[in-house]
């Protein structure tokens, strides 16, 4: 090999040595920030009230103007945030998840007017999910140990959130949540809507993965609204539908379980109100007029 080869080689070997080093020194701040987060993270003995007040300051190095940048985080009945927070219109949240039960969230908000980047999106979601494993592993110690051994439940510790919960209440908020969206973009008078309903498993608390989201719509337009309302949500269901398989691993066909009522269903009393809707005023209203107000 000649010398000229030799050099190119070693050049070739530099520039992308180079690259590395650049796209490492972009991520400075955001590595700095896992890492300072990791080690608080990992002392395991330490209180979970101190633990959350420590990465208050943590948080704040992985965003691009941390003077700025002031951290909420709530935990079941507890709230802890950086002095001087206050939800400003430049905000970022995310869900703190445990054993797939919402149970908190982390708001970040910058004081002064300032935007925020992409990558601090999902930097907040990493964090979320860094926080909400380790509160899941110092639940499901405890949970063992409180499990082991044990045949009478009839006591539980007073401290029995430190417990993980036997039930799942991720899918029903996420469904609850995305019929306030939907409900939210929905133009009444376009398509005829007097008001809409969140009713069935989300309403109940009780969704698990594979379940429907049900909501009724208490319809007073034409056929031809009554039409662009079912296409309408058949293209929300759609969407719900694949997302809900890529999260869960369940197939649901058509997600959303549309129920279109009008004035006559309930005046005769039949066949779904009376059966699945025998109390109008059990429904929770996400828009539009109340059915006790017609």
Known sequence: MNS???FRIMDEKNDSINIVL??????????RCIYEISEILSDSLLPIEKLLTSLLDAI????????????QISYEKMVIQSAGFVETEWMQQADLVIDNNISGKIKICYTANSQFLPEEQKLLQSISEMIGASIFHR?????????KGRTDFKEIPDAGNSLLKATNDMHWQWRMRMSLIIAGKIDLEKFGITGIYLIGSAKDATSGPGSS?????????TEKQKLLLSTYIEGWSFGLTEFNFAQTGYRVEN???LHIIKDNDFRQSN???SKKF??????ILLKGESIGNR
Not at 23 to 31: H, I, S, V, Y
């Open 60 to 71: 704040p190095i992985g965003w691009q103007f941390p003077v700025n940048c002031k951290v």
């Open 4 to 6: 000229l080869a030799q």
């Open 139 to 147: 639940k499901l110690k405890t949970t063992i140990n409180f499990l």
């Open 271 to 273: 066949n779904y109100t």
């Open 278 to 283: 025998p109390a109008e005023r059990q429904a």
């Open 213 to 221: 989201l049900e909501i009724m719509v208490h319809f007073h337009g």
């Open 22 to 31: 650049a796209r490492l020194k972009e991520r400075e701040k955001e590595l």
């Open 255 to 257: 997600l959303i379980d």
